[in-house]
C-alpha cells in the first residue's frame, strides 16, 4: 500500500488525530504490507501507545499475530540453518554481511547462502547482501522469539552466544574474546570472567 493509503487507514481505524511523521512511521515499518499494518494498529491501540512514536519506537512492537505468522513461515523451511542465520541477522540487524551473520550463528558459508537462499524464498529476508529483513516486523518476531538457552544442544547455530537481560525486550552481547571475536558462553568471556 502506498503511503497514502495507510496515512487514511492510520486515521480512520486507530487515530484520527494522527500527524504525517506517524503515517509514515506505521508506512514504514509494515513497509504497506496490509496485514502488518492492521495487526499493527490493534497493538498500538491496545497498549495506548502515543500516536508521536518513532519508525524505531513502533518496531519494536510485535503483534501476536505477526509473530505467530513469521515463526510458522520461519518453521516450514526445510534448510537446516535457516532459524539460526534468522537468529542472527535479527540480532545483528539490517546491513549485515552474510559472512558475520553465518559466524555468529555457528554456520559455514556455504550452509548460509543456502539458509540466506530458503529464507528468502519465504519471504522472510530480501535476497542477497547486506542482509536485511522484508519488514521491520519480521526482524522484530524473530528477534522477540529467539532463546538460545532452550535450545537443544543438537540444534545448529548461536545458542549461548547471546544472553538475555529482560525476557523478550532486550539482549546484550557477551564480550568478544581476543582478535578473533569468538563469544563465550552464557555472557562469560573466553578467559572465564563474567559481562
Not at 513502533?58 to 499475530?65: A, C, E, K
Not at 559472512?99 to 555468529?104: S, T
Not at 550463528?105 to 519471504?123: G, T, Y
Request: include cysteine.
Amino acid at each position: 500500500m502506498a503511503l497514502d493509503s495507510v496515512a487514511v487507514l492510520v486515521r480512520e481505524q486507530a487515530f484520527p488525530k494522527a500527524g504525517e511523521t506517524f503515517c509514515r512511521a506505521c508506512w514504514q515499518v509494515t513497509a504497506g504490507n496490509p496485514f502488518f499494518l492492521h495487526e499493527l494498529l490493534l497493538e498500538l491501540r491496545e497498549d495506548r501507545v502515543d500516536p508521536d512514536a518513532s519508525p524505531e519506537e513502533l518496531s519494536r512492537i510485535t503483534p501476536p499475530s505477526v509473530l505467530r505468522s513469521v515463526l510458522v513461515r520461519l518453521g516450514r523451511i526445510h534448510a537446516p540453518y535457516a532459524t539460526p542465520l534468522a537468529n542472527a541477522t535479527a540480532i545483528l540487524g539490517d546491513g549485515a554481511t552474510l559472512r558475520y551473520a553465518a559466524a555468529l550463528a555457528e554456520i559455514d558459508p556455504e550452509a548460509a547462502v543456502d539458509a540466506l537462499d530458503a529464507l528468502a524464498a519465504a519471504e522472510l529476508l530480501a535476497p542477497g547482501e547486506p542482509l536485511r529483513f522484508v519488514h521491520p516486523l519480521v526482524r522484530g518476531a524473530v528477534y522477540a522469539d529467539f532463546r538460545p538457552a532452550a535450545a537443544p544442544a543438537s540444534t545448529p547455530g548461536p545458542r549461548s552466544c547471546w544472553t538475555r537481560t529482560t525476557p523478550r525486550r532486550s539482549w546484550r552481547a557477551a564480550p568478544a574474546a581476543g582478535a578473533a571475536g569468538r563469544f563465550g558462553s552464557d555472557g562469560d568471556d573466553a578467559e572465564g570472567g563474567g559481562a
